[in-house]
């Protein structure tokens, strides 16, 4: 099996249907955010700005907005699930690494602590570890690719 075999590589189940929009339903307003100034976002000249004046480099700036952007876009109709699964996985694992592991673990429901815990990005990166073991399942372009090949 070569590697685009295995990308679009699938089963006709709902479970990845299910995790994939889900993931695509929680993911996209975050990218939107980043992208285009959405759900009080700062748009793509802002987001970029905040990240390399924090010290991340352009090029992996770029990365995780498009990840976090593209990602859900493809989730929502099955291309690339896998490549987009494991986008989004980075950016949660990146982002619980250097923001959220001081802050514990709960999200900062009762505004008593400075920041924010890694719960959600723990469930994120989850969905997507799974997404990219299993695939996209039913109702995807993956399978309709793969069926096609």
């Not at 799974?130 to 039913?138: R, V």
């Amino acid at each position: 099996m070569n590697l685009l075999q295995w990308l679009l590589q699938t089963d006709s189940g709902v479970v990845g249907l299910i995790l994939r929009i889900t993931l695509r339903i929680v993911m996209f307003p975050h990218g939107a955010q980043k992208v285009l100034g959405w759900f009080g976002g700062h748009g793509f000249r802002g987001t970029m700005k905040f990240f390399t004046d924090s010290g991340t480099p352009a090029g992996l700036a770029l990365l995780a907005i498009a990840a976090e952007f593209l990602g859900p876009l493809g989730l929502a109709v099955g291309l690339l699930t896998r490549v987009a699964a494991l986008g989004i996985a980075y950016v949660m694992l990146v982002a619980m690494a250097t923001v959220h592991w001081p802050h514990g673990f709960f999200m900062n429901w009762y505004g008593n602590q400075k920041g924010e815990g890694f719960e959600y990005h723990l469930l994120v990166l989850g969905i997507a570890v799974s997404l990219i073991i299993a695939g996209a399942g039913s109702w995807s372009l993956d399978a309709a690719l793969a069926d096609a090949r």
